[in-house]
């Protein structure tokens, strides 16, 4: 009995130490783990997506009748810079939707939707924030929308700060947006600012620096009002040339008589996107 004994209590004693040394472990393993906020209880991914540490919500429209492998459309407003909410791009995104094709309309961190859902984040103050941190997000919610509809292709939709962030993504995750719809785009940040008087950036990425990254693959279309006299035309121009001299499939769409505003574009960002859906546009 003794024997015995002491060998329970040797095994016991070893027990507790393995158990120590495992939470020990544990412990510091989730010192390891960046912080993880959750999206919404009983939210889906109709409504939300967790991206790069962030609960981004969204507004999806025809995920019920796309059918399997479906074409996956991202729209993604501008910086807003008004005030008010993001309500446009979901309108857009509504009228996107079709047998085939889910539509998501993305509210970038720090932004409200029309009923007042928020996405995790800050809009800092709804300017210089195309930053490493926001592209990462908005990339990794749509990555996890591609997996989880399991789209064949996906189409990145943006206008303005929403451009400037798309033509940012397909630079740094080469792969990921196989067609984007560039529309009213600071796609060189550096010489937008310059040409408007304003002061460097100094926390935002730039469409123009990743031109060297973007795969030959990638389809891109860029868009701009003649009359936009905030973005204008030029910068987009000069970064489709760019794009094309490394012969990626780019070119510049000018809109006769349009300002920067995204209703007097509407129309003709409707008929682009319509034939980057058209069977064979691949």
Known sequence: MPVFGRC?????????????????????????????????????????????????????????????????????????????????????????????????????????????????????????????????AIGSAINVLKAHYRAQRVIYVGHSGGAAIGGVLIGRRPGLIDAALLVSCPCDIAAWLKARGRPPWKRSLSPADHVHRVPATTRVVVMTGSEDINTFPALAQDYAAALTARGIPAHFEPVEGAGHGFRGLERAVAAALDRMLAPGAE
């Open 8 to 136: 329970d209590a040797q095994s016991r004693v070893l027990r507790i130490r393995l158990f120590s040394v495992t939470l020990a472990v544990a412990a510091v393993a989730g010192l390891m783990q960046p912080a993880r906020a959750a999206c919404p209880p009983h939210s889906t991914a109709e409504t939300h997506v967790w991206g790069g540490g962030l609960c981004l919500a969204v507004n999806t429209f025809g995920a019920a009748e796309a059918g399997p492998a479906p074409t996956l459309v991202v729209v993604v407003h501008g910086d807003i810079s008004d005030g008010g909410r993001a309500t446009y791009h979901a309108a857009f995104a509504r009228n996107v939707a079709r047998p085939g094709v889910v539509a998501v309309a993305l509210m970038r961190p720090g932004y409200a939707d029309a009923d007042g859902r928020l996405s995790d984040g800050h809009t800092l103050g709804r300017g210089d924030n195309y930053t490493p941190q926001v592209v990462t």
